[in-house]
């Protein structure tokens, strides 16, 4: 890889972004939170298993470790709204290893700060010990940030063999070149559109099926002078995410990971098919959309403001935890007091859009505790911990059904289960943090605008950029043996 090119190009946008307050707080963490090692002693409990006559005796051991600090850091963005299952599991952590973990969340959804503040402090040289990330091209923006690169990262691989999760499919998707740079802690899925049941009823309106569906839906509703399509133009990431479920819908999977790997030739009629479709319903958002962040749309969903909200199951997460009282069905099962609706971005059926988050250990002097945590929260007790609250599946496929609180969470195990095909969420990890940042802001851009020419510019350059960047790193998602979702890049080696 090029990496001094490619680190200087990240040091740009970073500045671009202004960052430099996050440099300041967060060194401000590292230091506050820095501590001298202690010695920990960890009680480990090893049942064995006896034969169904003989009691079950209980052997307990203890292990010391020592280096392991009294406190750690990590970054997130899952703040305010979104904090509930992320705060579960920081407790279970901290009351089974006695060390504390200092929560620093940057708020803004999908990391639309908190990338920025994680790249500051890694280029500082002064990293957390453990941070949220995407599978994908976003991890690889990491390394380019760091002073050596990938080895500037603990490789997980061998952790994700311990605790078992080496073999899932969802493992495969969220390595690089057969290499587990930071371990998956759930699976979300992107391509999802949330109904208020409600509206649909009052104008007579079908449960749309097809993309037709959706536009003459839309259309009716603006009629109406009702909003079809809550996008959040606050935070910018769900209006992203609404062209991209209108482009896979309209090119099929093969060519979005061919945009993801930037194989895609920028003239292909796909994109100005989906450019066309995306500005007939920018014409159906609210007039405040671009007042609103992605929990203010949920909350407008809620209370009938509007009849559609496409983001991911994190929806679910946010349903359950702040909305008990709102009922969502799943499109499969749909109950008489439905208030929501959950499906497939409408000509999506049958692909999964995979968003799974990841935890990034740096190394260095909080290493050993960083991958204790990582390490916790991959585990089958950390998954079953978090993801029910997260409105998120488990990576491990056997965790069974029960643990999920909500309808929505069980449809999605079998969605996962028996999907035609997988497809990396652009807008979740997908793009490199550079492409990214122009993504989400020539999206609102081009709702604001209408202007396809830049645009279209946008589209090109990310394609270049992608191929660029992937391509100069020689990475590629899943491993030579097993590819993610069956595609190689033309720079793909055997390793
Ligand atoms: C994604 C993340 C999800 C959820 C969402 C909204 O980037 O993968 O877990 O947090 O943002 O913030």
Known sequence: MNYSK?????????????VITAIVVGVGTYYAVRTTPKTVTVPTTITKTMPP??????????????????????????????????????????????????????????????????????????????????????????????????????????????????????????????????????????????INIHVLKKYNLPIPKTLDQLIN??????????????????????????????????????????????TLSPDDPSIQKATQIFLELVKTFPPNWMSLDWTSAVAALVKGEGAFVVDGDWVTGLLYNVYPKVVLSPVDDIKPNTDIVVEPFPGTQGIYSLVIDCVMVPKGPQQQGGVLFAKFFASRQGQEIFNPYKGSIAT????PTNIYPTEAQKWEVKQYGSAKAYVYALIHGGLFDD??????????????????????????????QEYKEWSESGMFMGSYEHPFAGYLPPWAKKS
Do not use: C
Not at 6 to 18: P, Q
Not at 396 to 399: A, F, L, R, S, T
Not at 437 to 463: D, E, H, R, V
């Open 217 to 262: 839906d839309a259309k009716v509703l603006e009629q109406h002078g009702v909003p079809a399509f809550l996008q959040a133009g606050a935070d910018q990431f769900t209006v992203a995410m609404l062209w991209t479920q209108i482009f896979l819908a309209v090119a099929g999977p093969t060519k979005y990971i061919e945009f993801m790997y930037g």
């Open 6 to 18: 490619a680190a200087s190009k990240v040091a740009a946008y970073i500045i671009i972004a202004i």
């Open 53 to 194: 006559t003989g009691a079950s005796p209980t052997l307990t051991t203890t292990t010391t470790t020592t280096g392991l600090p009294s406190q750690i850091t990590f970054y997130t963005w899952w703040a305010g709204l979104e904090k509930f299952a992320i705060d579960k599991l920081i407790s279970a952590f901290e009351q089974k290893y006695g060390i504390k973990v200092v929560k620093t969340a940057v708020p803004g959804g999908a990391g639309v700060n908190a990338k920025f503040a994680i790249l500051a402090l890694i280029m500082a040289g002064k990293p957390p010990a453990a941070f949220q990330v995407h599978a994908s091209a976003e991890q690889i923006s990491y390394f380019m940030s760091a002073v050596n690169h990938v080895n500037s990262f603990v490789d997980m691989t061998n952790i994700a063999k311990e605790i078992g999760l080496y073999n899932t499919p969802a493992a495969n998707a969220a390595m690089l070149s057969g290499h587990l740079y930071a371990l998956p802690v759930d699976i979300h899925r992107a391509n999802l559109l949330y």
């Open 396 to 399: 491990y496929p056997d965790i």
């Open 435 to 464: 492409v990214w940042q122009k993504f989400l802001q020539s999206s609102i851009l081009l709702a604001q605008t209408g202007n396809t020419q830049l645009w279209y510019n946008m589209i090109k350059w990310a394609l270049q």
